[in-house]
């Protein structure tokens, strides 16, 4: 899998295939002609964006995602690959039949690793974590207590200095970055549970009947707080070309892992494929390790 993630949102576009090459042509003037294996999610925010039928089939042979945004910014739809591992069609039918039980068990490691993350996300901000290691050994099985609204209400009132966030505050422009870089975080995970022989919608927390990427939504919890600290860091929080280039390339950058430096796509691969080896059975627990940021090298 390749880490490339392209964005059409500023102008209007058309999408078509020639030789294996993504073709995207703006006013009649081709833009760029890209391999679909280099790619790993094409994200289509403008709403005058037409593409072929040919785009859809190859990017699905490629195992890249293709991704609408609404006028928000939130992702509308997703087109996955139907085939993407060999085991597939038994991990479909083991997640199918996975017990309430240890649903919950993996609700919680995933609950616990977000809020450490957020922890970790405040001390950087703000210098203190505001006392959110101490609720992490508070989350039981499932979470019955709701400490993840508990930590996240803590969260988002300190997070941004000014005190006036809300997060569902639509006239906020900080939120137009959160959505649009929860939408590429989404779609990364949704790649990497795909890779794995996964099934999106089999979720083991987000359950809504209308949500066909539940699952994706439950693993990308612990990793938004890498959006929020992007976001934190603008000094003016504006949906521009320039900002969406900062939150896909913060999202592709390396961070430290158990000594060793991973791009986010494959930590997630990672966290995918350990989910995988809980349903089939091969191992109790999620892969769920603390990410630090790389260090900065010393000039030279």
Same mark, same amino acid.
């Given at each position: 899998?390749?880490? #490339?993630?392209? /964005?059409?949102?500023?102008?209007? *576009? @058309?999408?078509?295939? %020639?030789?294996?090459?993504?073709?995207? !042509?703006? =006013?009649?003037?081709?833009?760029?002609?890209?391999?679909?294996?280099?790619?790993?999610?094409?994200?289509?925010?403008?709403?005058?964006?037409?593409?072929?039928?040919?785009?859809?089939?190859?990017?699905?042979?490629?195992?890249?995602?293709?991704?609408?945004?609404?006028?928000?910014?939130?992702?509308?739809?997703?087109?996955?690959?139907?085939?993407?591992?060999?085991?597939?069609?038994?991990?479909?039918?083991?997640?199918?039949?996975?017990?309430?039980?240890?649903?919950?068990?993996?609700?919680?490691?995933?609950?616990?690793?977000?809020?450490?993350?957020?922890?970790?996300?405040?001390?950087?901000?703000?210098?203190?974590?505001?006392?959110?290691?101490?609720?992490?050994?508070?989350? #039981?099985?499932? /979470?019955?207590?709701?400490?993840? *609204? @508990?930590?996240?209400? %803590?969260?988002?009132?300190?997070?941004? !200095?000014? =005190?006036?966030?809300?997060?569902?505050?639509?006239?906020?422009?900080?939120?137009?970055?959160?959505?649009?870089?929860?939408?590429?975080?989404?779609?990364?995970?949704?790649?990497?549970?795909?890779?794995?022989?996964?099934?999106?919608?089999?979720?083991?927390?987000?359950?809504?009947?209308?949500?066909?990427?539940?699952?994706?939504?439950?693993?990308?919890?612990p990793f938004r707080p890498l959006v929020d600290l992007i976001v934190h860091a603008e000094k003016k929080p504006e949906l521009t070309a320039e900002t969406k280039h900062k939150l896909i390339a913060g999202l592709l950058s390396r961070y430290v892992v158990e000594d060793e430096e991973r791009t986010l796509p494959d930590i997630l691969?990672?966290?995918?494929?350990?989910?995988?080896?809980?349903?089939?059975?091969?191992?109790?627990?999620?892969?769920?390790?603390?990410?630090?940021?790389?260090?900065?090298?010393?000039?030279?």
């Amino acid at each position: 899998m390749t880490d #490339r993630v392209l /964005d059409i949102s500023e102008q209007p *576009a @058309r999408l078509s295939i %020639r030789n294996g090459l993504l073709i995207v !042509e703006s =006013g009649g003037v081709e833009c760029a002609a890209i391999p679909c294996e280099e790619l790993a999610a094409v994200v289509i925010g403008h709403r005058q964006v037409s593409l072929t039928q040919a785009v859809l089939s190859e990017l699905a042979k490629a195992g890249a995602l293709l991704v609408t945004c609404d006028e928000k910014f939130q992702p509308a739809s997703m087109v996955l690959p139907l085939d993407a591992h060999h085991a597939q069609a038994e991990r479909f039918r083991r997640q199918a039949d996975m017990g309430e039980a240890k649903k919950k068990r993996l609700w919680q490691s995933v609950v616990r690793a977000k809020v450490r993350s957020q922890a970790v996300a405040l001390e950087r901000a703000t210098g203190s974590d505001e006392g959110l290691r101490a609720l992490i050994g508070r989350v #039981r099985s499932g /979470d019955p207590d709701n400490v993840e *609204a @508990r930590a996240a209400r %803590r969260y988002w009132s300190r997070l941004f !200095e000014d =005190g006036t966030f809300r997060r569902r505050d639509e006239e906020d422009t900080r939120n137009h970055l959160l959505n649009y870089g929860y939408a590429v975080l989404r779609s990364i995970t949704a790649r990497s549970i795909c890779g794995a022989g996964l099934h999106p919608s089999f979720s083991l927390f987000h359950s809504n009947a209308a949500n066909p990427f539940g699952l994706a939504d439950d693993l990308m919890e612990p990793f938004r707080p890498l959006v929020d600290l992007i976001v934190h860091a603008e000094k003016k929080p504006e949906l521009t070309a320039e900002t969406k280039h900062k939150l896909i390339a913060g999202l592709l950058s390396r961070y430290v892992v158990e000594d060793e430096e991973r791009t986010l796509p494959d930590i997630l691969v990672r966290l995918a494929q350990s989910l995988a080896a809980v349903v089939m059975g091969e191992r109790e627990k999620l892969w769920l390790p603390e990410l630090k940021a790389v260090p900065e090298q010393p000039d030279e």
